[in-house]
């Protein structure tokens, strides 16, 4: 194993998280809606590791293929997958636990970011919370902000964030206050965090979600 940066430890630790808490989930909690629109638990698992094993090629295949639409490349990688089991998914997570590729760009903070909110996809979904580890939470809220397919701070302008549960605020303008893994969820556009918030500013808050 090589040896790794403290943000690349965090996103290999909530991948080996992620992983657990799959193998723990039944056949009917593979096939449950989630928070991202038209994923079930299963297309959310795979589109994490889904650009792992690509080399730089095979990357920009995927992106010409997608016509360089986002939404467009995820769904073409979570295809490329579609034939795999739920062991054969988590088999796959475990294989990929340091990031590296795309996910490992940032210093690895994509994959820590990505991975953590896609956990919350579902986790949110099948009513399964968990405490997240602050300093992981802190790193991914930093980076969420300014995350290029993200872009917490366009949704976060004109307000503050106060995270309550941690040493975490951004902005400036009416307060918005919640736990810090509600916050992370809304500055990546999943509405259903909004119900865990509050603050004079959330109205202005939900308008960009």
């Not at 193998?23 to 590791?49: F, K, M, N, Y």
């Not at 991914?140 to 976060?156: M, N, S, Y």
């Not at 119900?195 to 979600?209: R, V, W, Y």
């Amino acid at each position: 194993m090589s040896v790794l940066t403290p943000t690349q430890q965090m996103a290999r630790d909530e991948r080996i998280e992620f992983a657990s808490f799959l193998e723990g989930l039944t056949p009917d909690q593979w096939e449950s809606p989630t928070l991202c629109d038209r994923w079930r638990v299963r297309e959310v698992a795979i589109h994490t590791v889904s650009y792992d094993e690509l080399s730089t090629a095979g990357l920009i295949r995927r992106f010409l293929k997608g016509r360089l639409n986002t939404d467009r490349i995820n769904a073409i990688g979570v295809a490329d997958y579609a034939d795999r089991s739920a062991q054969q998914i988590v088999a796959l997570i475990r294989t990929n636990t340091e990031p590296h590729g795309l996910t490992g760009g940032f210093g690895g903070k994509i994959a820590l970011t990505d991975g953590m909110i896609h956990q919350q996809d579902i986790r949110r979904s099948i009513g399964l919370p968990r405490s997240i580890d602050p300093e992981r939470l802190r790193t991914a809220l930093d980076f969420a902000r300014f995350a290029p397919t993200i872009r917490g701070a366009w949704r976060a302008r004109g307000i503050r964030l106060v995270a309550s549960d941690l040493d975490w605020v951004y902005g400036n303008g009416p307060e918005v206050r919640g736990s810090g893994e509600a916050l992370l969820m809304a500055m990546a556009g999943r509405r259903a965090a909004l119900a865990d918030l509050d603050g004079p500013g959330k109205a202005k808050f939900a308008q960009h979600i």
